[in-house]
């Protein structure tokens, strides 16, 4: 089985820039990490767009859409930004049905030392393996369809909802 | 769902004592590792014994037999040394058929930077959220039947194989 | 010999805001980093102020050279955004003539995996024991008189220059 | 000022062998420290050896003796195995009288998340600038001339003491 892995940015993989002391986006930090967690799946990675989930716009989640549809691949785990990962999956859930596709993403940057990212993406390639085709979100070490999760922005966690969609 | 997790030591739990310049065991680090998952699973930690999985013996796996048989849970992970991990997962196989059980290590360990623990983790508190009951071990992305993986002592990774009790 | 360590905070000391995705100040890393690097030194650690360099008042810059007036040590360290380190030095040169004072910083935040924090702060306690009275900045494991020093902006360090007070 | 840096193993430079379970020397951490601390210098790193402080010999002293004799450089820092880095700086003083020699090493290996070598190094390198001739430890942040410090084994830090050639 190959796994399609969609880059999009969000935290996952914000850097911090030393020359302006501000955070940023340069390349993905996804093929380390599978390096790191000795990944031996077959993993395609393809970095879509490099951008902070609260900037997305109706067209990039086309984009997104159309990458998820057109692929060879039936597993696919997308980055994103946690601000806006259940409008994503919302958008694709609306779209495709015969696939399984898992959003994750995290809390902290992966580059920042005590960051979630690892844990996040070795539990959202699992789920990915696993559960019936649909749209999921894989946070905190759980996985919730697209249409039972919201972002807990105080406490920063996703948690079960029957959401406005749902 | 409550998710029982045993810790039995191994790779995964290995620190470096510096008076010594040797590794040692002391406490479990996965409770730290669920905070910096940001885990918001229901995971009842208990540990078990904090050995190399080379210095395990039957009576330890009797052990862990009888704790998994014996807890009310039916998920449920297990930290384990890589190098004897099969033959744990066969013992409980062995023992245990309605509960899913999945043992989980470390190639690295997760006190020295470079660990695949937090990768690990996330996966394996994955598929026993999903899997349907036996025996699995979860390493490098994967999850393997008992009887159908084995260690690759030179690669240093796991694979597929019907190994001498598949 | 008693070192006086006053923090102002600056890159060395921001952290990642994970609710909020920005950078933040919460409280200083030092004492964590002196214990990380087993400093059996006596520091006395103090913090004045918790801000960005580049919004520290001539308000805050007296606070800061009245402190290192008033205190009974004659060797302190200084921790300090990067972006005014140098303005901070000349006014404190000015002021005091009798004590040896290291300012030092960081281009990376501690809290974030690859900082030169901890090697930054090796430095500065190491010149500030050896140094003649005066005031110096430490950063690139070398050590500038306040009036021999400017910051390269665009290569991110610090480098010889006979600058504007000098 | 051109710096010499000797590599000569010690806990600095060990690292974990995820195949075999054990701590091994491969090539040393100092080139990525020096990026990681954002240095400046002017350092020439050249290995002598890799090995265990408790495994050096009359022998290796005697290399390590040459090659500060030899080099063009007058301060030269050694990373060294804490156990026996005061006997080797006892041979160096017997020898050379004219150069500034900073030995210093680690209690835990720079490799593993949370060690003490940057810190070290950032402190041996400042030392070695500034101090006059002589041969000197830099550990626990602070500077040892070589016939007034021991090593505490049952601490793990080294402190003031008149040792037997004192």
Redesign the interface.
């Known amino acids: 089985m190959t796994i399609r892995l969609f880059v999009t940015g969000g935290?996952f993989d914000?850097e911090?820039d030393?020359?302006r002391?501000?955070?940023q986006f340069r390349d993905t930090h996804v093929p380390e990490?599978?390096r790191?967690?000795?990944?031996?799946?077959d993993v395609a990675v393809r970095t879509l767009m490099m951008i902070?989930s609260l900037d997305m716009t109706d067209e990039d989640r086309t984009t997104i859409v159309e990458h998820c549809e057109r692929c060879e691949e039936n597993h696919i785990v997308i980055t994103h930004g946690t601000?806006t990962m259940v409008e994503t999956a919302r958008v694709l859930a609306a779209a495709i049905s015969n696939k399984t596709i898992v959003l994750t993403g995290a809390?902290?940057?992966y580059?920042?030392?005590?960051?979630?990212g690892?844990?996040?993406?070795?539990?959202?390639?699992?789920?990915v393996?696993?559960?019936p085709p649909g749209v999921y979100v894989?946070?905190?070490?759980?996985?919730f369809r697209w249409d039972r999760v919201r972002k807990n922005?105080?406490a920063?966690?996703?948690?079960d909802a029957l959401n406005r969609w749902g």
Chains 1, 2, 3, 4 share one sequence.
């Open positions: 935290t914000k911090y030393e020359l002391g501000t955070l990490m599978l790191l967690g000795r990944s031996r799946l902070d601000d809390m902290i940057p580059a920042f030392g005590s960051s979630d690892l844990f996040n993406l070795g539990s959202a390639l699992s789920f393996q696993v559960l894989a946070m905190n070490g759980r996985y922005r105080d920063g966690v996703f948690e």
